[in-house]
């Protein structure tokens, strides 16, 4: 009996900045491609941005609801 075959799995990480810069890059690079009338060129960036890993979601990094704001006229002493 053969044992079940579990493919590894990696550490999920945050996207660096350079990592979200070359995604809008990329992005920029398929519209141009799309503007010009190049498709087979804009389906080959899309192709690359879609083998970039996924960007991971970091719950701490949630947008926070704004602080409230004080009294114009308020003391901070």
């Given at each position: 009996?053969?044992?079940?075959?579990?493919?590894?799995?990696?550490?999920?990480?945050?996207?660096?900045?350079?990592?979200?810069?070359?995604?809008?890059?990329?992005?920029?690079?398929?519209a141009?491609?799309?503007?010009l009338?190049?498709?087979?060129?804009?389906r080959?960036v899309?192709l690359?941005?879609?083998?970039?890993?996924?960007?991971?979601?970091?719950?701490?990094?949630t947008?926070?609801?704004p602080?409230?704001?004080?009294?114009?006229?308020?003391?901070?002493?």
């Amino acid at each position: 009996m053969r044992a079940a075959f579990k493919p590894l799995e990696a550490e999920a990480e945050p996207e660096s900045p350079d990592q979200s810069a070359l995604r809008l890059m990329l992005s920029y690079v398929e519209a141009e491609c799309l503007r010009l009338g190049a498709t087979e060129a804009a389906r080959h960036v899309a192709l690359a941005v879609s083998n970039l890993p996924e960007p991971v979601v970091d719950a701490a990094a949630t947008p926070q609801p704004p602080a409230p704001l004080r009294p114009r006229n308020a003391r901070l002493h």
